[in-house]
């Protein structure tokens, strides 16, 4: 014991100078020596969860975990390849007041470039079983076309948990499609709702609340995907609060705080406008995550109200604008529930037709090119291809369950816009999307891959088909 004690004073001694001055900043001194040899030997007993990867940025990067107990979390990390530049982040310290999250930002980062990193918890390196690696998005305009990369994209979480789970046949499994994901190898990947199932007796506390977040991401299958993928995250009804809950549900500040705490998105909503929407790029693709509870009219009013909105006219607002000022080849749009599909047996913006046109209405008459959508929810998945007068095809690529129930409802077996044999019912799976192509030829290619990795569909966009008609008669709409 005293030989580790003497160990660990050495090491704090060791890396003591090269802690940053500032709070949130790397230190200017020259690369720390490596480090000492000593590794923990059991990473479980310290680190409950993560790393989790979260925003990239050109020269930025975030990085997120969970410990056990509270401790002095730092990495290191250098550029892959080159172990001569590490660099020390600073010392977060975790405490029970945060949950004993540390978040970590690395700045002063090079451009489209990928690095390598350890976790160390109170001065010991913490043993990792899988690679541990970010990445910052490429400064591509003016200079390249723009990068090829991949997504990949699911919703339906629902990990087991027996006190809390109600009885008979586990809801949850194949809890191995984390690393069927991982596999794919992809640059970021988009939770797109339900990322976990609140129970009974989550809903009305936020210590609750806060329980399912911390159970639910320890899950051991997650860990490799979360370590050297980027994550961005929206929500639906079970990782807002109960079933098909919306803007009356009392706890939507608890959940609003908690879902911050456990991802790490580039931005949360607006200075005047709360929710998890935002907007952020990679390559030539911009994102745009709505929130679909925050300001969700009670179920209450019928469908047919004018005034029934799923958004809300803030983030409508918002949507609207930020469309506008994009110049991305792809705009793609993010929701927990469906977005264009006709057919409204279920929860769907079809279900608040005012604002559904609304905004289909401001894309034709604001000729915004490139829009495309993707959702999650309905336990089943499959890619929806709409058309109006006036605008190109609106795509909604549904992607859903990854671990819940999968399901299948007959009535939706003659679906008349849902593009042919890309409905998958009755099994687990996830979405793929790869984004390659010269500057002005780019494509997505869509794909649903089942727990193993097999592909069971494809599906090509190339940017052509997502622009204006030429010498179309406009039709005015609202706006």
């Known amino acids: 014991m005293r030989r580790h004690l003497n160990l660990l004073l050495m090491l704090l001694l060791t890396l003591a100078p090269t802690l940053p001055a500032t709070h949130g900043q790397q230190s ?28 990239s940025e050109l020269t930025s990067s975030e990085v997120w975990l969970q410990t056990r107990r509270p401790v002095r979390a730092q990495l290191r990390f250098w550029r892959q390849g080159k172990p001569e530049t590490a660099r020390l982040s600073r010392v977060v310290e975790t405490t029970t007041a945060t949950d004993l999250i540390a978040r970590f930002r690395m700045e002063a980062l090079e451009f489209g470039s990928k690095y390598d990193y350890e976790v160390y918890l109170d001065g010991w390196r913490v043993a990792l079983s899988y690679p541990a690696t970010f990445q910052t998005v490429p400064n591509w305009r003016y200079r390249t076309d723009p990068p090829a990369f991949r997504i990949a994209l699911g919703s339906c979480v629902y990990i087991n948990d027996p006190p809390f789970d109600r009885p008979g046949m586990p809801y949850g499994g194949d809890y191995e499609i984390f690393n069927a994901i991982a596999a794919q190898k992809p640059d970021l990947m988009l939770w797109l709702g339900d990322n976990l199932y609140y129970r009974e007796g989550d809903w009305f506390s936020e210590a609750a609340m806060r329980y399912r977040n911390a159970h639910d991401r320890e899950t051991r299958e997650l860990q490799p995907l979360f370590a050297s993928t980027h994550n961005y995250a929206i929500w639906d009804d079970h ?29 949360w909503g607006t200075e005047e406008t709360p929710g998890v929407f935002g ?29 029934k909105v799923m958004l809300g006219d803030a983030q409508m607002r918002w949507l609207t604008e930020s469309l506008r000022s994009s110049t991305a080849t792809f705009k793609i749009v993010t929701s927990g529930s469906q977005m264009m599909n006709p057919l409204i047996f279920y929860e769907a913006w079809g279900q608040f037709p005012a604002e559904q046109k609304r905004f289909i209405d401001f894309v034709r008459d604001n000729r915004i090119p490139g829009v495309l959508f993707l959702s999650g929810d309905r336990h089943h998945t499959e890619l929806i291809r709409r058309t109006e007068p006036g605008i190109y095809p609106l795509y909604d690529f549904t992607s859903s369950p990854l671990t819940s129930g999968a399901g299948r409802n007959d009535r939706e077996a003659d679906n008349p816009v849902r593009v042919a044999n890309t409905w998958v019912t009755g099994v687990r799976n996830f979405g793929v999307i790869d984004v390659a192509g010269k500057a002005k030829e780019r494509v997505l290619t869509l794909k649903t891959l089942d727990k193993t990795g097999k592909e069971l569909w494809r599906h090509q966009i190339k940017a052509a088909e997502l622009q204006f008609p030429q010498n179309t008669n406009q039709p005015t709409g609202g706006k």
């Open 28 to 55: 200017s001194s020259p690369p720390p020596p490596p480090p000492p040899p000593q590794t923990f030997p059991n990473p479980a007993e310290w680190l409950r969860s993560g790393p989790l990867l979260g925003a």
């Open 239 to 267: 990782d807002f609060g109960p079933n098909d809950s919306d803007r009356t549900f009392r706890g939507r500040e608890w959940a609003l705080r908690v879902f911050k705490d456990y991802w790490g998105n580039a931005t």
């Open 279 to 307: 907007r952020f790029e990679w390559g030539d693709v911009e994102f745009f995550l709505v929130d679909d509870r925050y300001h969700r009219s009670p179920n209450t009013i019928p469908d047919a109200a004018p005034d």
